[in-house]
């Protein structure tokens, strides 16, 4: 198949996830049906006979992809270190490649998201100035809609201040591009707000982002605790991806027990049934903000070239608001941006280290 030139061009791991390529086409044909056909251009990669025989259900997606053959595939169980050498062949890292080799604008997975982190930091390298990527979203916050960018969400188990630091930068950078938030409001993840709480990382990072807070080029409020995440009065939050995986999969969770709490009590009275059915509207907003399909698209933020790693679990739902996502990502000059603002800061990052030493 052939492709505008205007369309955006969008790397696709088939094999990924949980529940295969069906979830993932599924996905395609429905952000193609909701966004149209004009936009994004599709390159899959996976077993190529398997993969045309599902296409035949999904003619718009036929019509808007090109198929790239990968015998093989990443399982969600495989270790970083038994496949990083011999995933040539599998469509993880066929997918990546085509980002590095300028073939496509963004690569979408669902894949091991160890193994994805991994071979798109090895084949598609961290910014200037940026010492590791981030796994970055934005989640539900305050009200309306509101967002806040939370960072790390689990690519970096053990960070240092000057990991924590550039964190900070890729965050602010990602929430006034993406999230429409000028001079953004940053706060790290603590046990507490107050300054003397915390380990001997988190008062390093303080000291330095306190010290220099006129200089920064985002607004420093200090410590924030867990609480603050939804609160809205913080707009981007920065911890380790440890305590950031945690933080994510607790407020999955509870979005999920709202559902079932409001679904099993509609379920106890006539009365309620009647109320919700005049409330419809708010239900469904409600629904929108807390489903965790809804944010399902996070990205490696820091390399060179746009990852998105969505939930192993995904649905076509799910997948179509990744690729959404995606979309977004590669229409932005958010990695110019991110270059630039580290830059800014060099002469700041280089008091951590020499503070350590």
């Not at 395609?28 to 599902?54: A, H, I, S, T």
């Not at 609160?231 to 709202?258: C, P, R, S, Y």
């Not at 005049?278 to 390399?303: E, Q």
């Amino acid at each position: 198949m052939t492709m505008t030139t205007a369309k955006k061009i969008i790397a696709i791991d088939a094999m990924g996830g949980d529940k295969g390529p069906n979830a993932v086409l599924g996905g395609m044909n429905q952000f193609l049906y909701q966004n149209g056909e004009d936009g994004v251009f599709f390159r899959v990669f996976g077993p190529e006979k398997q993969l045309r025989e599902l296409l035949i259900k999904y003619p718009r997606v036929a019509r808007n992809c090109d198929v790239i053959d990968a015998p093989n595939a990443i399982k969600g169980t495989d270790k970083v270190r038994d496949v990083i050498r011999h995933a040539q062949d599998t469509s993880m890292y066929m997918a990546i490649m085509d980002v590095r080799q300028g073939n496509s604008a963004a690569v979408v997975s669902a894949g091991n998201t160890g193994i994805l982190m991994s071979l798109s930091k090895l084949a598609l390298k961290t910014i200037d100035g940026i010492s590791r990527p981030a796994i970055t979203t934005m989640l539900p916050s305050g009200g309306g809609d509101s967002r806040v960018v939370v960072l790390d969400l689990g690519a970096n188990v053990h960070c240092d201040e000057g990991d924590l630091f550039d964190f900070s930068i890729l965050g602010s950078v990602y929430a006034e591009v993406i999230g429409k938030m000028p001079r953004p409001k940053v706060g790290v993840l603590n046990i507490g707000e107050e300054s003397t709480k915390g380990n001997e990382t988190l008062q390093k990072l303080n000291k330095l982002l306190t010290e220099h807070k006129d200089e920064l080029p985002y607004e420093y409020i200090g410590f924030v605790e867990g609480n603050d995440i939804g609160g809205g009065n913080v707009q981007v939050v920065v911890t380790d991806g440890f305590t950031g995986n945690i933080v994510l999969k607790t407020v999955e969770g509870t979005a999920k027990l709202i559902k079932r709490v409001l679904v099993d009590n509609l379920k106890k009275s006539i009365l309620a049934i009647i109320g919700a059915f005049f409330l419809v509207h708010v239900f469904k907003r409600l629904k929108n903000k807390i489903d965790p399909r809804s944010y399902a698209g996070a990205t490696f933020l820091g390399l060179r070239g746009f990852a998105v790693k969505t939930h192993g679990n995904s649905d076509a739902l799910a997948f179509a608001n990744s690729i959404k996502y995606a979309s977004e990502l590669t229409g932005a000059n958010l990695n110019d941006v991110i270059a630039a603002r580290a830059l800014s800061v060099a002469k700041i990052r280089e008091k951590i280290g020499q503070e350590s030493e």
